[in-house]
């Protein structure tokens, strides 16, 4: 069985046992889950070369950027994206890891905000008028804290008739 196949049926079941309608969102949780299933994606290497490993580290990466001589705006995008991808991930999967290890406050705080930057980005750079609905990274942020939900149902109900994901344990 595929992977992004299995992601993207247990989450598409999951929104529906959960009532929630976007199928935007949905597909863009499953390709998360597909993305985070190699370690390189979820802990990107930095410009500096280090490998990124906490939200903090991301958040460094973010001012290390700004200092950089070949700054580029579509970096800063890309890795304000991934601070909302990885805290989204953290707290949909490893909720209680994140809950021990951390705030989950905080978590919450800096993936809206990672999501927020990324959707005001897209709609001031792209799209001039906003779709019926909102962006998804604006709906992201918006709902982060119901996603971070629907995913940890996700791993609890779906996870366990699926292929060997010892990574998720």
């Known amino acids: 069985?595929?992977?992004?196949?299995?992601?993207?049926?247990?989450?598409?079941?999951?929104?529906?046992?959960?009532?929630?309608?976007?199928?935007?969102?949905?597909?863009y949780l499953a390709d998360l889950l597909t993305r985070f299933a190699r370690t390189e994606q979820l802990f990107p290497h930095g410009i500096t070369g280090q490998r990124?490993?906490?939200?903090?580290?991301?958040?460094?990466?973010?001012?290390?950027?700004?200092?950089?001589?070949?700054?580029s705006p579509e970096r800063e995008v890309a890795v304000r994206r991934h601070i909302g991808d990885y805290t989204l991930f953290m707290l949909g999967v490893f909720r209680e890891r994140?809950?021990?290890?951390?705030?989950?406050g905080y978590?919450?705080?800096?993936?809206?905000?990672?999501?927020?930057?990324?959707?005001?980005?897209d709609r001031a750079s792209a799209r001039p008028v906003r779709p019926a609905g909102g962006t998804l990274f604006g709906r992201l942020a918006d709902r982060f804290e119901g996603y971070a939900r629907a995913l940890?149902?996700?791993?609890?109900?779906?996870?366990?008739?699926?292929?060997?994901?010892?990574?998720?344990?």
């Open 152 to 169: 940890d149902y996700t791993r609890r109900v779906h996870f366990a008739t699926g292929p060997s994901l010892s990574f998720l344990t």
């Open 107 to 121: 978590y919450v705080t800096q993936g809206r905000r990672a999501y927020r930057f990324v959707s005001e980005h």
């Open 52 to 71: 990124l490993e906490t939200v903090v580290d991301l958040l460094l990466e973010t001012q290390a950027l700004w200092q950089d001589a070949s700054f």
């Open 98 to 104: 994140v809950e021990r290890m951390a705030s989950s």
């Open 1 to 27: 069985m595929e992977l992004r196949s299995f992601f993207d049926r247990a989450v598409r079941a999951s929104f529906r046992d959960l009532a929630l309608h976007d199928d935007a969102a949905a597909g």
